[in-house]
Structures are given as C-alpha cells and as structure tokens.
C-alpha cells in the first residue's frame, strides 16, 4: 500500500496567498490548527498583523488624533475594575470572531446560527416591549431553532450562491466591523474615520485567518494583537 506524504507548505507562503486573497477573496477549506504548517503560518501572519498595527497604523493614528484634537476612546473607561485585561484579551476576541467571522465558511448551519443570534439580539433589545413569560418564551425558541437548525443543517456545504457573493460579503463585513468600533467614541465624525482603521486592518487579516486556518486561529491572532495593543498602552502611561 502506498504511503500518503502530506505536502508541507513553507510559512512564507502564506503571505503570497494572502495577497492574492485580498485581490479575489474566496471561501477556503481551513486547515486547522492541527495541520503541520498552521502554528508557523499562525505566527508569521500574527507578526505581520501586530508589526503594522505597532509600527505603522497606531504612531499615524496618534499624530491624526492630535492634529484634529479628536477625543480618546472611553469604552475602557466604562468597564468594572479588574475586567479589562480580560474583556480585551480573552472575551472580545472570542465573542468578535464568533460573530464577524465564524460563519463566513457560509455553511447553512453557520449561517442558520448567525440569524437565530440575530433574533435573540432583537427579543433581548425589546424585552421591554414584551410579557416576561412570552419573551422567556421566545428566548427558548430561538436557542432551540438554533440547535435544531445546527444539527439538521449539518451535512450540507456551502451554497454556489454564497461562494459567487463572498469577496462582497468579505469586505462589507471588514468595513462593518471596523465601523462598529467607533462606539468606542464619545463622538465621532468624518475626521474620526480613519481611527478605526488598526480595526479595518484586523478585520481583513483575521478574514483572511479564519478561511485558511480556521476560526480558533482567528481568535489567537486576534487575542495576540489586543495584547500588544494593550501592552503599548500600559507601557505609555
């Protein structure tokens, strides 16, 4: 019987197919994180990630920030004593990637439980508007249809339809994901835009992340990079 050699890809190379992703991004099969070039291609990409946040988009944004006198983020200050290591490090990058990116496979299932997460946002922002017993009701439902959904969709891939659509959705997403985090503001305006653009850079390399490697690769990258971002900030105060 012959012997299967699996191919191994030099972590080099996984800057090469990052760029020509972002000229046609593409749904992938991820390699995970148990496939013998995920950790080096998983650091090179991490250090690419954190270089040009660093040394290139963060001094930038510190000088544009001065020159318009455009106020700080405040969504730190917001946060209980004690929770902001762990909210920026551990909870935001699970919890963001899950949402922004861990369906973006477009497998129905995925998708199924990206609208079911959808619904329960909208029931829990208008709970008040809703009898206790029948928004406990409906809360039920919507984790039941979720976990339904979930194994019944199980089998099927991903739709020809989703794949043709994916570059759109890849870039609106990166583009929705760096807009939301201008809430971190206590105000914004055109001036401010270009603040949430270490956001934008992490939304396009952790897309890129989540397709080749997979979705606990995005979440490490993203961890590691709010990591430096928040050793930078402690190291300056």
């Known amino acids: 019987m012959a012997t299967q050699i699996e191919t191994r890809i030099p972590a080099p190379h996984i800057l090469r197919e990052l760029a020509g992703f972002l000229k046609q991004p593409a ?104 009898e206790p017993l029948v928004l406990a009701g409906l809360l039920l439902a919507a984790v039941l249809a979720a976990a339904g959904g979930w194994w019944w969709l199980r089998r099927r891939g991903t739709p020809a339809v989703y794949a043709a659509a994916y570059p759109g959705v890849f870039w609106v997403v990166a583009l929705v994901f760096a807009g939301v985090h201008l809430m971190n503001y206590p105000a914004t305006s055109a001036a401010s835009l270009p603040m949430v653009l270490p956001q934008l850079w992490a939304g396009v390399l952790l897309g890129f992340t989540r397709q080749r490697i997979g979705l606990p690769a995005a979440i490490l990258q993203h961890a590691i990079a709010n990591a430096a971002s928040m050793a930078l900030v402690m190291a300056g105060s």
């Open 27 to 130: 749904v992938l099969v991820p390699w995970g994180l148990r496939r013998g070039e995920s950790w080096p291609a998983l650091c090179l990409l991490a250090a690419v990630h954190v270089s040009v946040l660093l040394l290139v988009l963060l001094p930038l944004l510190g000088m544009w920030q001065k020159a318009f006198d455009l106020p700080l983020p405040d969504a730190f200050g917001k946060l209980p004593g004690g929770w902001l290591l762990p909210i920026t490090i551990l909870i935001a990058p699970l919890l963001e990637e899950i949402i922004f990116r861990g369906w973006q496979t477009g497998r129905p299932r995925a998708l199924w439980l990206l609208g079911c997460f959808a619904v329960f946002v909208v029931l829990t922002m208008t709970a008040k508007a809703i």
